[in-house]
Each structure stands twice: as structure tokens, then as C-alpha cells.
């Protein structure tokens, strides 16, 4: 499996004009699992986002689509930008074949193809990549340019310093997941829940917040699920992330995310979705 990186690719870089936020979800079965209690949460979330007037990108797991064929088609309906995550989370990552089934099963469902795509754990390979190009995708939104960890991150670490997103072989557009951008550590849902509020905010101003901001969360960073106990998918250092992020705390975190949409709006932010923004930014980026 090879990490797409940037030798793969001739890149353009771009940047937004005004501070833009958008939420994003990544819709899966719980921690990756076999449960999906949280899943079913969806709605509670949709809400809390139509009473603050907040657009979501969700990226579904074809899993999902496929278990919950009613709330998608109502989430879609209802005016949620729906686009693909993988296949599969319980296998390592998506292959050509699998990322086409999940197309499939998108399009039967929703009557539409889909614009973009997701990786699982911002995996994006060489393969997938090719995949999205072959299967006419317009955007990607894998790549999370972190200092450490996931996937290709500190490949593209350095490519995303002063640039906001990329366009690939003239083609696919990335728009990078956030990340503090002075000290290159994830701007995401699951790391603002271990951090909590006033650390939280302290690393907002320290590390700085990215004029483009694609948040990422997943269903399981907002609500609390049994199966973070019970959950066979869980590596044992990461369950004990997990259960830090839930001690002490309620059993959602929707307050959090309520605070944060005010607060980036105080600071000037305009929450949009990334199918919105790519249709905004084609027009201008020659
Ligand atoms: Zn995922």
C-alpha cells in the first residue's frame, strides 16, 4: 500500500479569500467496529446543526449507507452535503474494487454519483487516488498535513504551510482536514474532547487556527457508546484515549461542538460545505 505523496502528483496551491469552517463527519460504525449506536445519533446531530444554521459534509461508510437507507436519504433531503468515506472500516483501507462498490451502492441509493471522497484514518493511497481521477471524482478531502501520525501526514506537512488546498494533475481537488497551523497538531473534534475547554482554547491561540478549516468528527467523539468498552476494533492504547476523552464528561460532547461553532463565528469564520466551496473556488482557479 503506497502512500500517495508528492511525487505522485503535479500540485497546484491555493488559497481562500475569507475565513471559511467546514464541519465535517466522518459516518461510520462506532470506532470502526461491528456497533452503531452512535450512528444512529445522526438525527440529534442534524438538529443541533439546523437550529445554529450550520451546513455538514458527512463522508458515509458504505456500511452505513447501506444499514440506514432511510435516515441518509431524509440527512440528504434535508439538505446535508453526502459524500463517500470507504467501504468498509473493519478492512485496512479501500481498494479500486471496493471503493467502486461503495459508488455503487452511493448511487443506488441517492440516484446521483458522488463529488468527493474521504479515506479511512486519512489514508489516501497512489491506487485510490487513481481510482477517484478514473471515477470522475471532483475533490478529496483525505489528507491531514499533521507533524506526526496519520497516514502521509508529514508528507504533506510542509506542502500545506501558507497554502489552504491543492488541486492534483489539474484535476482533484484536496482540501486538507485542519490542523493548528503553528504547531502542526490535528484541529479535530476527537483531540478537542482529550484536550477539554480551557487547554483546548489555549492551543487555539497558540497554535493558531487555519483560514481554511475543515473540521473532522465522528458520530463517536459526540456521543458516548457502550462500545468503547466492549468494541473488538479498538488498538488497547487508543482505547484508553478514548475512555480519557469520556471521563468526567456527560454523554455527548454537543455543548462542545455548539461553543466552537460560536466561537469561530466571533472570529469571523463563514461555515460552508466542501462541495459548496468546490464549486465556489473552480470558478476562479484557472
Ligand atoms: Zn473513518
Not at 166 to 176: N, Q, V
Not at 197 to 209: F, N, S, V
Not at 225 to 230: C, E, P, R, V, Y
Not at 263 to 278: A, M, S
Amino acid at each position: 500500500m503506497t502512500l500517495l505523496n508528492k511525487g505522485h502528483v503535479s500540485i497546484e496551491r491555493f488559497h481562500v479569500d475569507n475565513r471559511t469552517a467546514i464541519l465535517s463527519l466522518d459516518l461510520e460504525a462506532d470506532y470502526g467496529g461491528d456497533d452503531f449506536e452512535a450512528v444512529s445519533q445522526l438525527p440529534v446531530l442534524l438538529k443541533l446543526l439546523e437550529s445554529e444554521n450550520v451546513p455538514i459534509t458527512i463522508f458515509a461508510e458504505a456500511r452505513v449507507l447501506k444499514r440506514f437507507p432511510e435516515m441518509i436519504r431524509h440527512a440528504k433531503n434535508q439538505g446535508v452535503d453526502l459524500q463517500l468515506h470507504c467501504f468498509d472500516h473493519r478492512q485496512t483501507g479501500d481498494t479500486s474494487q471496493s471503493l467502486r462498490k461503495s459508488i455503487q451502492i452511493y448511487q443506488d441509493l441517492v440516484g446521483a454519483r458522488p463529488n468527493g471522497y474521504r479515506a479511512d484514518t486519512f489514508r489516501l493511497t497512489k491506487q485510490i487516488y487513481k481510482t477517484l481521477i478514473d471515477e470522475n471524482f471532483l475533490w478529496d478531502s483525505s489528507i491531514l498535513p499533521a507533524a506526526f501520525g496519520f497516514g502521509a501526514s508529514r508528507e504533506w506537512c510542509k506542502e500545506s504551510s501558507g497554502n489552504d488546498y491543492f488541486r492534483f494533475d489539474k484535476k482533484l481537488y484536496e482540501f486538507p482536514v485542519a490542523i493548528h497551523p503553528n504547531i502542526k497538531i490535528p484541529f479535530t473534534h476527537s483531540y478537542q474532547a482529550i484536550l477539554r475547554k480551557y487547554p483546548a482554547y489555549l492551543l487555539q491561540i497558540l497554535g493558531g487556527l487555519p483560514k481554511l478549516l475543515v473540521y473532522d468528527m465522528h458520530m463517536s467523539d459526540l456521543v458516548w457508546t457502550k462500545s468503547i468498552n466492549t468494541s473488538q476494533s479498538i488498538p488497547d492504547s487508543a482505547r484508553a484515549l478514548y475512555k480519557l476523552s469520556w471521563f468526567m464528561r456527560g454523554k455527548n460532547t454537543f455543548s462542545e461542538l455548539a461553543s466552537l461553532i460560536k466561537n469561530l463565528r466571533n472570529r469571523g469564520y463563514i461555515f460552508t460545505t466542501l462541495d459548496e466551496l468546490y464549486h465556489k473556488v473552480k470558478i476562479n482557479d484557472k
